[in-house]
Every structure is written in C-alpha cells, then in structure tokens.
C-alpha cells in the first residue's frame, strides 16, 4: 500500500515563500503530483514530477527525490488567494493515485 | 464536454436506500477514478477504470458499494442500503490516459451526499 505524509497547517505572510514537505512509501513509482483544493471546491493540477529534480512554472516549483521518497511544493510570493489546501499525490506501479491528507496553508495579510 | 461532470451535485437520503452518482468524463478521457472526501479529510481512493474495466477495486468501503463503466465514458457509483458514515463529497475524475507519462487527474465538482 501507499503512505504519504505532508503537515497538516502552515501559516504564512503575504509576499514571503512557503514550503511544503511530502514523504511516500509506495509500492513502485510512476509520478508524483501536487493539487490544490480551495475550501467547497474540487483540487485543481498544478505539478507533476516523474524525475529528479526541480520543477518550475511561475511562482509554483515542485522538487522530486526519487532515492528519499521525498518532494516539496514551493509557494513564491505568497498572494491571499494561495490559502488552500495542498494535496501530495503518488501513483503507483499499478497507476493508481494515492493522495495525502493534504496540507493546509493559511496566507495573512 | 469542457470538463468533469458529475450528478447530482447534492444529494440527501434516508439511511437505508440505495443511490446512484453518476460521472461524464472528458471526452476521450480512458482512465477514470472515483475518489471520497469527508469534511476536512483528504482523498480516500475508492476505484479506478482503464476503458471498462476496473483493475483495482480494493479501495471499495464494503460490498454495499459497487461501480461501473460502459461504453468507455459515463461511470456510475451505486451505494446500496446507505449508511450515515456513507456521508461525504464522491468525486470522480478522468485523465487522457492512465499509463501515459504526465497525464493529470482532472476532477468534477462532487456530488455531497447526506445520509440522515
């Protein structure tokens, strides 16, 4: 089976960087994902890293260490509409994604 | 279709009925995945299709669950003899292709559904 481990709640000010931490233990690898899920709402793709090494798309950057089990997601420049949820995603040697409990970031003014 | 579309976006039943959710893929989608989130929970994965098939149906709760797949698009979740702790946000998504290298899950709005 699938373990994936995030923090639950980050807090952060307006414009500074936040980082999220996500470790797994899956039964092989095909691709790690990070969403977003604002409260009421589905999650929303905004990452995908398959290789080792760091991912960039805007303010958003995802890193993968595939020898850890290890990825962080990256949050630059923080905005009020970053305060969502942030899901850590793993699929498996069977193609099945498993999500993480997520973590929740709280963005203040 | 411009994306996900489930159905019906809520509903509430007496414990004890059956119900049925029904999900449209993205046109063309050949994976399909059916997820489960109760209020302020993460996704717990329930099952997933390649075409018409299910290759994993381990996640399914218990056997009052079943889901099914036809035709290569719409799925259907049928909840028989429901329960309260049956109570969560069903969520189901597609992605383009399920082996292929960088194919996103993407997800409908959930049906909310209440057991009272």
């Known amino acids: 089976g699938q373990n994936i481990d995030q923090p639950t709640e980050m807090t952060a000010t307006e414009g500074a960087i936040v980082q999220i931490n996500c470790t797994y233990q899956?039964?092989?690898?095909?691709?790690l994902f990070w969403y977003q899920q604002h409260a009421g709402e589905a999650p929303t793709f905004l990452s995908y890293?398959?290789?080792?090494g760091l991912e960039e798309k805007g303010r958003f950057s995802s890193f993968l260490s595939r020898s850890k089990g290890y990825s962080y997601l990256l949050l630059k420049e923080l905005q009020m509409k970053d305060s969502a949820s942030y899901l850590c995603?793993?699929?498996?040697?069977?193609?099945?994604?498993?999500f993480g409990a997520g973590t929740t970031v709280t963005v203040r003014a | 279709g411009a994306g996900v579309s489930q159905s019906p976006s809520n509903k509430v039943t007496e414990k004890g009925k059956d119900v049925e959710l029904r999900c449209d893929p993205i046109?063309?989608?050949?994976?399909l995945y059916w997820y489960r989130q109760s209020l302020g929970q993460g996704l717990e994965f329930l099952i997933y299709?390649?075409?018409?098939?299910?290759?994993?149906k381990s996640g399914l709760p218990s056997d009052r669950f079943s889901a099914e797949r036809t035709g290569g698009s719409v799925s259907t979740l049928t909840i028989q003899r429901t329960q309260q702790e049956d109570s969560a946000v069903y969520l189901c998504?597609?992605?383009?292709?399920?082996?292929?290298?960088?194919?996103?899950?993407?997800f409908g709005n959930g049906t909310r559904l209440t057991v009272t």
């Open positions: 046109s063309g989608h050949t994976a």
């Open positions: 299709f390649q075409g018409n098939s299910a290759p994993d």
């Open positions: 998504a597609s992605s383009a292709a399920l082996h292929a290298a960088n194919s996103p899950l993407h």
């Open positions: 995603a793993v699929r498996d040697q069977d193609y099945k994604l498993s």
């Open positions: 890293n398959v290789l080792d």
């Open positions: 899956t039964s092989g690898f095909n691709g």
